[in-house]
């Protein structure tokens, strides 16, 4: 079974400056997509950004971008010029291909918290 | 476009006692999953549908919860009798259908935050 690691239960990051969120998974497969959602108290799950694992590319949206290692089975986000609205839960996920529609495998998530 | 919608927002039920959750998943949405998410942790699927048909529940505590989408439209998810563990946030999530290994963004509801006393 796929397994997601999430190892930074709480972090916190001035306004404007740069974190990174860490997260390590273990799968045997080749194929699979990786992902990173955000949860703010509203509790809406909130897709940041993905990578696909066939992609040596790594993913970016704006001021996020991840470090996808994929020997290592790391998938790092790294948030720049923070902002307040950016405080809030972050999940890593796993997902396997699979006809499109397969299930979210999520870490235990990372509290961020942006002070101005 | 309308989101995943989902109803009660909270519920506070005492143990033993039965509650269902209802959640209309974005129009076109062949596949709806529901997922558990206990405080702290992240969300865990509970079951998975396409269309009306279940295609994994093998997470699914089937001695008290049960889950249906008859029409292969909305869903609801009951749970009776509810024990104290079962305080969580119950997300309905739904996603487009295609033949391929292509990705299907998962569009997640609100939640409802069920408390049992």
């Known amino acids: 079974a796929q397994t997601v690691t999430q190892s930074q239960p709480e972090m916190s990051v001035q306004e404007a400056e740069t974190v990174t969120l860490s997260c390590t998974y273990d799968t045997s497969e080749n194929n699979y997509y990786l992902f990173w959602y955000k949860q703010p108290p509203s509790r809406q799950m909130i897709l940041v950004i993905r990578?696909?694992?066939?992609?040596?590319q790594n993913a970016t949206e704006n001021r996020f971008s991840v470090n996808f290692q994929k020997a290592a089975k790391s998938f790092s986000l790294k948030i720049s010029d923070s902002q307040l609205g950016d405080t809030a839960m972050y999940f890593c996920a796993f997902r396997m291909p699979g006809g499109g529609n397969t299930p979210l495998v999520f870490g235990k998530g990372t509290r961020l918290s942006v002070i101005a | 476009e309308a989101g995943v919608a989902q109803s009660p927002r909270y519920k506070i039920i005492e143990k033993r006692q039965s509650v269902a959750f209802w959640c209309n998943p974005i129009?076109?949405?062949?596949?709806l999953y529901w997922y558990q998410q206990i405080l702290g942790q992240g969300p865990k699927l509970l079951i998975q549908?396409?269309?009306?048909?279940?295609?994994?529940d093998s997470q699914l505590p089937k001695d008290r919860f049960s889950a249906e989408r008859l029409k292969g439209v909305d869903s609801t998810l009951k749970i009776q009798p509810a024990k104290l563990e079962d305080s969580a946030v119950y997300l309905c999530?739904?996603?487009?259908?295609?033949?391929?290994?292509?990705?299907?963004?998962?569009?997640f509801g609100p939640g409802t935050r069920l408390t049992v006393l």
């Open positions: 129009s076109g949405h062949a596949t």
């Open positions: 549908f396409q269309n009306n048909g279940v295609v994994d």
């Open positions: 999530a739904s996603s487009l259908t295609s033949g391929g290994t292509n990705h299907n963004e998962q569009f």
């Open positions: 990578q696909e694992a066939y992609k040596q």
